[in-house]
């Protein structure tokens, strides 16, 4: 869509629409106006929305605008939601903004976690917010009767015929068992942050007042929150009935627990929510991890513990089905993987049985020896259930200093679900072993892993009024629509309109980066000589991404004696937002990083930050256990496109996101270089399958250039030279 700078139509024209009243600027950006009608056209109808638009578009208004309108006009509340940070903090922006022309009232929610001022975990939190209101409760009872006594101070004392004598005497018992109420809760756990959302009506009155005059970023409703000793998650919930706009991360909509929950804070149907997904590339992956369910070898000793000593007829049914299990995940993976393999991070061990049940599966109605396993998970749940109401009373009376939780409840619930899915191709088994860095204990643990993540988004997506779902690379939208399961969507796609002769894209004809060549040592050193003409006719930084840390830590060695140049290694252990502000505060900086890490996406290198980005090789995601679940399901559900839908074209949108960390505004100038022969046009012809050209959206293609790995620094220096970027000579051909 769309240059940076606004375009001559403004917001202010005589034909005002009704959205404009919620964008706070006096010009649109060009196609702007045309996305927006194009939203608020499909609103009244309900219809989803799919809205690629390239940087600069304004996509984050081009959604808002419409979307607030309507939902002012037809009583809607609006939910923005996205899974990267830093858009998170774009949209207090854009909200704020719109807040100075017309006032809306807007929350941003942010998970219990980062917001808790005592540090307790989830079911923690529930179990003393539950305690603080009863304590509350008690406190207002027993002030009601002792004003009840109050009343009736005196009476029945000469006269004990006196009526009034026996009420006061009854109100006297009532108090004495408040009293005893009041005494075992103080004795218990409470919130004493909670405590004062419930009594100090005055600070509670105050915090909304400075909550709603603007928009307020999570960190300063948890410092004034904090101040005024009050609970801002808790006040948060409490007050996002009747906003216009909330704020919030993915797992607020894709996890279905937590979305009912978050529909009852909003006091809103999800037939009233009109919901706009930022960074929608990644509903995907992201509904597929909310999906997926894990059960560790240590949840299942500790229910073989919690369950050992229980004089309870159901302990011995648990304990068939739970012990069963336990074995069977431990020879499983003690027979799929030497321990001499076992790292800190989890290893898939291959399961899979093909047409027939998985091996893990086989596993365990080896070893159970039970009299049904439908029968002994049932009892184990309702044990389960028992002992974890026993827990939960326990810390409430103060008799424990945490919350303790059923592992036999977790264990009970995973293994019902398992055994339920093991026909289910969309649901695929996995068990994975690790080594704690600790203990240097090895354990594993078992995953219902998702493979299709429709089964989870399209019910969602099916409830909402309507949807607006923005990125930059969401084409096929035809793939996207069926993934997600969306039925019907409007589609629009803007592609870059700043100036086309401020970005250079080629595509270096280096050889193929098969998984098999990458180790061959005259690949290295073409890719190598590549990268280091990359880097010495780039005036700045150079950004370069690979399939995988390994290749990026293998070419940083490989390019220590070729560049003169500032080496940023992107590895585990590293925060990310330190790395990016180190090196773009330099200029002669080179950072390698993995296509499948945080830098990726949904990160800016702006301005000076990065000239180039290069991406070495067409980096496909390792083609695992998982990839193969997740192409096979694909090929059942499309008729066979399921290397399109589960490899291929995932992969080019993160190559696409990886071009669009530069040039990033119409002033700026950069190149982007794709360092791999299948990238190329000529890839088409001799390569067949193997060339990835034809997946690049078309005005995509018919900006790559093909050069030859020889002529790729004349190809550069020509170009930066054309816009004296080099401040002088430019670099001599060597």
């Not at 909304?208 to 801002?232: F, S």
């Not at 590339?281 to 073989?304: C, I, K, P």
């Not at 505060?585 to 180039?612: K, M, R, Y």
Request: proline fraction near 4%; hydrophobic fraction near 35%.
């Amino acid at each position: 869509m769309v240059e940076s700078d606004r375009s001559s139509d403004p917001a202010g024209s005589e034909e005002r629409p009704a959205y404009a009243r919620y964008f706070p600027y006096e010009e649109f950006y060009e196609n702007q106006r045309t996305a927006m009608d194009s939203i608020a056209e499909a609103l009244p109808a309900g219809r989803d929305v799919l809205f690629e638009g390239s940087p600069g578009t304004g996509k984050t208004l081009s959604a808002l605008a419409p979307a607030l309108a309507f939902g002012a006009r037809e009583d809607k509340t609006v939910v923005i939601t996205t899974n990267v940070h830093q858009q998170t903090r774009q949209f207090v922006r854009e909200a704020s903004a719109i807040t100075g022309e017309e006032p809306i009232r807007a929350v941003v929610f942010r998970g219990k976690e980062s917001m808790c001022h005592i540090d307790v975990g989830y079911r923690e939190c529930q179990a003393l917010r539950d305690a603080t209101r009863d304590l509350v409760d008690a406190e207002r009872d027993r002030a009601e009767i002792q004003g009840q006594l109050d009343e009736l101070d005196g009476a029945g004392r000469t006269d004990p015929d006196d009526p009034a004598a026996g009420a006061r005497a009854e109100a006297a018992d009532r108090l004495e068992e408040v009293e005893s109420t009041l005494g075992e809760l103080r004795d218990g756990g409470t919130c004493d942050y909670y405590y004062r959302n419930l009594t100090a009506q005055g600070a509670v009155e105050e915090f909304y007042g400075w909550l709603h005059g603007d928009v307020r970023t999570p960190d300063e409703i948890y410092t004034r929150a904090g101040q005024a000793g009050l609970c801002g998650y808790e006040l948060l919930k409490d007050g996002m009935a009747e906003v216009d706009l909330v704020v919030c991360n993915y797992h607020h909509l894709l996890d279905p627990t937590i979305r009912e929950q978050f529909f009852r804070w909003l006091d809103r149907d999800p037939e009233d929510v009109i919901a706009v997904f930022d960074e929608a590339h990644n509903v995907e992956s992201a509904a597929r991890d909310h999906a997926t369910r894990t059960l560790s070898e240590r949840t299942l000793e500790g229910a073989v513990d919690e369950l050992d000593g229980l004089e309870d007829p159901r302990a011995d049914r648990a304990r068939n089905a739970v012990g069963a299990f336990r074995d069977a995940l431990v020879a499983t993976y003690e027979e799929g993987l030497g321990f001499g393999d076992v790292g800190e991070e989890w290893t898939d061990v291959p399961v899979a049985g093909g047409e027939g049940k998985d091996d893990l599966t086989m596993a365990f109605l080896r070893r159970y020896e039970g009299r049904g396993i439908e029968g002994d998970l049932s009892a184990a749940e309702d044990l389960g259930e028992d002992l974890d109401e026993r827990y939960e009373r326990a810390f409430r009376r103060g008799e424990t200093d945490t919350r303790r939780e059923s592992d036999t409840l977790a264990a009970a619930r995973f293994l019902s679900e398992w055994m339920d899915a093991a026909d289910d191709r969309g649901r695929h088994p996995v068990a994975s072993v690790r080594r704690d860095a600790g203990t240097d204990e090895v354990y594993g643990r078992a995953e219902l892993y998702t493979a299709i993540p429709r089964e989870v988004t399209s019910d969602l997506f099916g409830e909402l009024y309507a949807s607006v779902l923005m990125s930059a690379t969401l084409r096929p939208f035809e793939v996207t629509a069926d993934v997600l399961g969306l039925d019907d969507p409007a589609t629009m796609a803007f592609g870059m309109t700043f100036p086309e002769r401020n970005r250079h894209t080629l595509a270096v004809a280096t050889p193929a980066l098969f998984a098999s060549e990458r180790g061959d040592p005259g690949v290295q050193r073409t890719v190598a000589d590549a990268l280091a003409d990359t880097v010495r006719f780039t005036p700045g930084n150079t950004l370069v991404f690979f399939p995988s840390y390994g290749e990026a830590d293998r070419y940083a060695g490989l390019l220590e004696d070729r560049v003169d140049a500032t080496l940023y290694r992107d590895r585990a252990g590293v925060r990310a937002e330190d790395l990016r502000e180190e090196f773009a505060a330099g200029d002669d900086g080179v950072l390698l990083t993995s296509l499948w890490g945080t830098l990726a996406e949904g990160v800016s290198f702006d301005g000076d930050d990065a000239h180039t980005v290069a991406v070495v090789g067409v980096p496909y995601p390792r083609l695992d256990d998982r990839t193969e679940a997740v192409q096979d399901a694909y090929d059942a559900a499309t008729g066979g496109d399921g290397w399109e839908y589960a490899v291929e074209i995932p992969t080019i949108r993160k190559t696409r996101q990886a071009l669009g960390r530069v040039v990033r505004g119409p002033e700026e100038v950069g190149a982007r270089v794709l360092l791999d022969e299948r990238y190329t046009e000529r890839a088409t012809v001799e390569m067949g399958d193997y060339a990835v050209r034809s997946t690049f959206p078309p005005e995509e293609r018919a900006e790559l250039v093909d050069v030859d790995p020889a002529n790729l620094g004349v190809s550069l220096r020509n170009f930066y030279a054309d816009h004296d970027a080099y401040g002088g000579d430019p670099p001599p051909i060597e």
